[in-house]
């Protein structure tokens, strides 16, 4: 009997349970995105049934947002919205992770393409054994991208209080994703009071808006993210032995080798480090910028702003399992030195050409810093013509 199966080249023939899953999988695409939503929904909303959205919320998060969109047009100067009226649509944690899923598709199908013509363009060689190791990996492929894509999105949609807990760009919209439920846990385990972290946490969704809808901003982080992905490569040692290591008498062992952290181990090259300085360069930036945001217009209009705002910068660096596996796969790690270098950064910038010389950050694809200008904001100012105090 063939390794490969009697059909010659699909390893799953001549197990009848198998062979459903095969035909379940065949013609799939890249990713399986039916079961990355069918995980994403399971994870998000942990097996449960979740309420809609109370209208009176939504009425509620509207004029908020109203406040926290006027206040910070005028400390920006930036528009907060490609056009039209933004608006504030809050949702359940499954909502979320669904929309999440849908407009993070591009970066993950982006993903899947790279480790597919990476694997192939390794090829598989004579020997039997490796053979049938490269069948199984173009068959379980797309379903294991599509676990682990929604697992990912599922996990982050328990935790997020808005769109942009991980800063990166969706389609162009008027639209602001907000996760009410998150935000009263989050409010009760602090013991904040919640119409006070509603608008904390509208004011920095919108201030992260507006500077992620300019087009140059996108432009910049999404072609860094593609390229990020486009780098993973094949492990095939790797990917061998993560599979050996599974006994089908010992289901643990397929968690252990679908987990995120053998992905990674099987992809992340080297290659990559560069692409994540520049990104880990753009978003610390951006970082910086909106805490500056934040604390100029936040303590005259939160009351508890002093404390939302310590507790929710401790919960950024205290990233769940979710968003670190995010993080590492779309290369959008940023830890507590990386916010520390951009707090820094905007903190030179104001104290060498004031608020008019921050104000030059995001007016074109020019002005975004380098890695070494992030280090030293007076390369920066000298670079885009600013003269400095």
């Not at 004579?126 to 682990?148: E, N, S, W, Y």
């Not at 702003?305 to 779309?330: D, M, N, P, Q």
């Amino acid at each position: 009997m063939s390794d490969a199966g009697p059909g010659g080249g699909n390893p799953f023939e001549g197990l009848p349970m198998f062979r459903d899953l095969a035909r379940l999988f065949a013609g799939q695409g890249p990713v399986n995105w039916d079961i990355a939503r069918q995980i994403a929904v399971w994870t998000a909303a942990e097996g449960e049934a979740e309420p809609n959205v109370d209208p009176v919320e939504r009425i509620q998060l509207e004029e908020l947002l109203r406040v926290a969109d006027l206040h910070v047009s005028d400390a920006t100067g930036l528009s907060t919205t490609p056009g039209g009226l933004l608006r504030a649509s809050p949702t359940t944690r499954t909502d979320w992770a669904l929309q999440t899923l849908q407009a993070w598709r591009p970066f993950l199908e982006r993903l899947a393409t790279a480790v597919s013509a990476a694997g192939e363009a390794e090829g598989t060689g004579p020997d039997p054994a490796t053979q049938l190791l490269g069948d199984l990996g173009r068959v379980v492929g797309p379903v294991l991208l599509g676990m682990q894509s929604g697992y990912m999105v599922g996990h982050l949609g328990r935790r997020a209080l808005g769109q942009y807990d991980l800063p990166l760009p969706r389609p162009s919209s008027d639209t602001i994703l907000v996760v009410p439920a998150n935000i009263t846990a989050f409010a009760g385990e602090w013991s904040i009071p919640e119409d006070d972290l509603r608008l904390w946490v509208l004011l920095e969704e919108v201030t992260h808006h507006a500077v992620l809808s300019r087009p140059h901003v996108r432009a910049r982080l999404e072609a860094l993210v593609d390229d990020y992905v486009g780098r993973f490569e094949v492990d095939g040692n790797a990917l061998e032995g993560s599979f050996a290591d599974i006994d089908p008498t010992d289901p643990s062992s397929f968690a252990k080798a679908l987990s995120p952290e053998t992905l990674l181990g099987i992809m992340q090259t080297p290659g990559q480090r560069e692409v994540a300085v520049r990104i880990e360069t753009l978003l610390a930036a951006l970082a910086g910028y909106v805490d500056h945001v934040l604390d100029t217009v936040g303590h005259g209009l939160v009351g508890s702003y002093g404390r939302i705002a310590e507790a929710l910068r401790r919960r950024r660096v205290e990233s769940s399992e979710g968003t670190r596996f995010a993080e590492r796969l779309l290369g959008l790690q940023l830890g507590a030195v990386q916010y520390e270098k951009g707090q820094a950064f905007v903190a030179g910038v104001l104290e060498r050409a004031g608020e008019e010389g921050l104000a030059r950050l995001w007016a074109s694809a020019r002005e975004l810093p380098t890695p070494a200008e992030l280090e030293a904001p007076g390369l920066w100012l000298a670079r885009i013509d600013i003269p400095t105090d």
